[in-house]
Nanobody, 124 residues
Framework: QVQLEESGGGSVQVGGSLKLSCSAS????????MGWFRQAPGKEREFVAA????????KYADSVRERFSISRTGGANTVFLQMNNLTTEDTATYYC?????????????????WGQGTQVTVST
Protein backbone atom coordinates (compact mmCIF):
# COMPACT_ATOMS: atom_id res chain seq x y z
CA GLN A 1 0.00 0.00 0.00
CA VAL A 2 1.47 3.34 -1.06
CA GLN A 3 1.67 6.01 1.60
CA LEU A 4 1.78 9.73 0.89
CA GLU A 5 3.29 12.19 3.36
CA GLU A 6 2.79 15.95 3.02
CA SER A 7 4.86 18.74 4.53
CA GLY A 8 5.26 22.49 4.20
CA GLY A 9 1.91 23.76 5.39
CA GLY A 10 1.63 26.70 7.74
CA SER A 11 0.35 30.20 8.20
CA VAL A 12 1.03 33.11 5.90
CA GLN A 13 -0.39 36.55 5.21
CA VAL A 14 -2.35 37.50 2.13
CA GLY A 15 -0.01 37.85 -0.84
CA GLY A 16 2.56 35.50 0.64
CA SER A 17 3.89 32.18 -0.60
CA LEU A 18 4.20 28.62 0.63
CA LYS A 19 5.66 25.48 -0.88
CA LEU A 20 4.13 22.09 -0.13
CA SER A 21 5.94 18.80 -0.58
CA CYS A 22 4.65 15.27 -0.80
CA SER A 23 6.66 12.08 -0.75
CA ALA A 24 5.33 8.68 -1.75
CA SER A 25 6.66 5.39 -0.46
CA UNK A 26 8.71 3.55 -3.03
CA UNK A 27 6.76 1.79 -5.74
CA UNK A 28 9.36 0.86 -8.38
CA UNK A 29 6.98 -0.49 -11.02
CA UNK A 30 4.51 2.34 -10.96
CA UNK A 31 4.14 5.37 -13.20
CA UNK A 32 1.34 7.12 -11.41
CA UNK A 33 0.40 10.77 -11.61
CA MET A 34 0.45 12.80 -8.41
CA GLY A 35 -1.36 15.93 -7.36
CA TRP A 36 -3.21 17.96 -4.75
CA PHE A 37 -6.75 18.44 -3.50
CA ARG A 38 -7.87 20.85 -0.82
CA GLN A 39 -10.80 21.20 1.53
CA ALA A 40 -11.83 24.42 3.22
CA PRO A 41 -14.05 24.42 6.32
CA GLY A 42 -17.66 23.81 5.35
CA LYS A 43 -16.81 23.15 1.72
CA GLU A 44 -16.38 20.10 -0.46
CA ARG A 45 -12.98 18.72 -1.28
CA GLU A 46 -11.76 20.18 -4.58
CA PHE A 47 -9.07 19.48 -7.13
CA VAL A 48 -6.08 21.84 -7.16
CA ALA A 49 -3.36 20.50 -9.47
CA ALA A 50 -1.85 17.32 -10.89
CA UNK A 51 1.29 16.26 -12.71
CA UNK A 52 2.19 13.25 -14.81
CA UNK A 53 4.75 10.63 -13.83
CA UNK A 54 7.23 12.19 -16.28
CA UNK A 55 6.76 15.63 -14.79
CA UNK A 56 5.94 17.09 -18.19
CA UNK A 57 2.15 17.19 -18.21
CA UNK A 58 0.25 19.32 -15.69
CA LYS A 59 -3.35 20.17 -14.91
CA TYR A 60 -4.69 22.99 -12.73
CA ALA A 61 -7.96 24.22 -11.31
CA ASP A 62 -8.92 27.55 -12.84
CA SER A 63 -8.81 29.23 -9.43
CA VAL A 64 -5.09 28.55 -8.99
CA ARG A 65 -3.74 28.32 -12.54
CA GLU A 66 -1.99 31.69 -12.54
CA ARG A 67 -0.67 31.46 -8.97
CA PHE A 68 0.26 27.85 -8.19
CA SER A 69 2.88 25.66 -9.81
CA ILE A 70 3.18 21.89 -9.47
CA SER A 71 6.48 20.18 -10.16
CA ARG A 72 8.12 16.81 -9.98
CA THR A 73 11.38 15.36 -11.18
CA GLY A 74 10.52 12.79 -13.85
CA GLY A 75 9.79 9.45 -12.27
CA ALA A 76 10.44 10.77 -8.78
CA ASN A 77 8.15 9.98 -5.91
CA THR A 78 8.16 13.55 -4.61
CA VAL A 79 5.87 16.30 -5.84
CA PHE A 80 5.88 19.98 -4.94
CA LEU A 81 3.22 22.67 -4.99
CA GLN A 82 4.53 26.24 -5.08
CA MET A 83 1.74 28.59 -4.02
CA ASN A 84 2.17 32.31 -4.67
CA ASN A 85 0.01 35.36 -4.11
CA LEU A 86 -2.10 33.49 -1.59
CA THR A 87 -5.54 34.75 -0.61
CA THR A 88 -7.85 33.92 2.27
CA GLU A 89 -9.79 31.72 -0.18
CA ASP A 90 -6.77 29.40 -0.29
CA THR A 91 -7.12 28.57 3.39
CA ALA A 92 -7.74 24.82 3.53
CA THR A 93 -6.33 21.44 4.34
CA TYR A 94 -4.25 20.34 1.35
CA TYR A 95 -4.14 16.65 0.48
CA CYS A 96 -1.56 14.92 -1.66
CA UNK A 97 -3.12 12.42 -4.04
CA UNK A 98 -2.08 9.75 -6.48
CA UNK A 99 -3.80 8.09 -9.42
CA UNK A 100 -3.42 6.64 -12.89
CA UNK A 101 -3.45 9.95 -14.77
CA UNK A 102 -3.81 13.69 -14.37
CA UNK A 103 -7.29 13.41 -15.88
CA UNK A 104 -8.25 10.84 -13.26
CA UNK A 105 -6.81 13.00 -10.50
CA UNK A 106 -9.11 15.86 -11.45
CA UNK A 107 -12.00 13.67 -10.32
CA UNK A 108 -12.27 12.98 -6.60
CA UNK A 109 -13.78 9.52 -7.09
CA UNK A 110 -10.86 8.39 -9.23
CA UNK A 111 -8.14 9.28 -6.73
CA UNK A 112 -6.50 6.08 -5.59
CA UNK A 113 -4.37 7.20 -2.65
CA TRP A 114 -4.78 10.11 -0.22
CA GLY A 115 -2.30 11.68 2.16
CA GLN A 116 -3.24 12.78 5.66
CA GLY A 117 -3.33 16.45 4.73
CA THR A 118 -1.45 19.58 5.73
CA GLN A 119 -3.06 22.82 6.87
CA VAL A 120 -2.58 26.09 5.02
CA THR A 121 -3.93 29.22 6.66
CA VAL A 122 -3.89 32.60 4.92
CA SER A 123 -4.74 35.62 7.04
CA THR A 124 -5.11 39.38 6.52
Amino acid sequence: QVQLEESGGGSVQVGGSLKLSCSASVRPFSSYAMGWFRQAPGKEREFVAAITWSGIGTKYADSVRERFSISRTGGANTVFLQMNNLTTEDTATYYCVEGKSTTNLATLQKVETWGQGTQVTVST
